[in-house]
């Protein structure tokens, strides 16, 4: 089973990216959206420290026991103001409960890294700081994908005459703002639906490999394409 979880809005890029690295698994999943989700951040209590198991009560714990049963994770957030949102920080700080006493409780489990900014940075803080959290926690990363945002300029009701914004900024002053000035949303963004797609199918891949070895079944039967190329 995968966790893919998005802390970004409803249907917004991060959501959109996460379930495509989901649907390409071919492998059971569940779908989280944070966005709604009231979720506080750690609060550096260690009530953790003796039994890995958060005392904080809120919408987290929920998540936390769907991550300890997942086998994957895909953890998509965006950049809210040069770093990830609140919501996604706040999700990932609370696994911290997870790593305490050479206990790493999601250690060996897979991970994919989704980052969602507008301006994309040549050092993508979203990224890194996901990365980071899986490396502590033990997570092997199989893949990344770097979307662009959809700069809220673009639906405030005022971005085409607003000189301290994103519109101005990349179209001029302009009367109305038509499809053709927008960002792509994640669809049309052939770059990243790559990532996802290859992401997806190499974390479907090594699941089901995992699977069938911990069956004690032997090797899947290769794909018509390389049976015959390999030799014993
Ligand atoms: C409060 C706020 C701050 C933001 N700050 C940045 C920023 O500093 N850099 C950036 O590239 N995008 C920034 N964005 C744009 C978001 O990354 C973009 O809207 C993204 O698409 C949001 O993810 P979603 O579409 O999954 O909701 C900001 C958006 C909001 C709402």
Redesign the pocket.
Known sequence: MIVGI?A??QK????AAVKAVLEKSGMEYEYLSLSGKKISGCIGCVRCGADNVCKLKDDWNAIGAKLLKADAIVFGA?????TINALGHACLERMFCFRHREVFSLAGKLGVIVS????REKENAVHNFIQKVFHTQMIAIVGSVFAT????CYTCGFGENCGAGNVVRDHGFIDEIKDEHRPPHFKDQPEAVLQAHRAGKVLGSILRNREENSAHRTPRELPKHQAGKVTP
């Open positions: 998005s970004g809005r917004g890029v991060t959501s965006p950049n809210y103001g040069g969602v900014e507008y301006a945002g959809y700069s809220q």
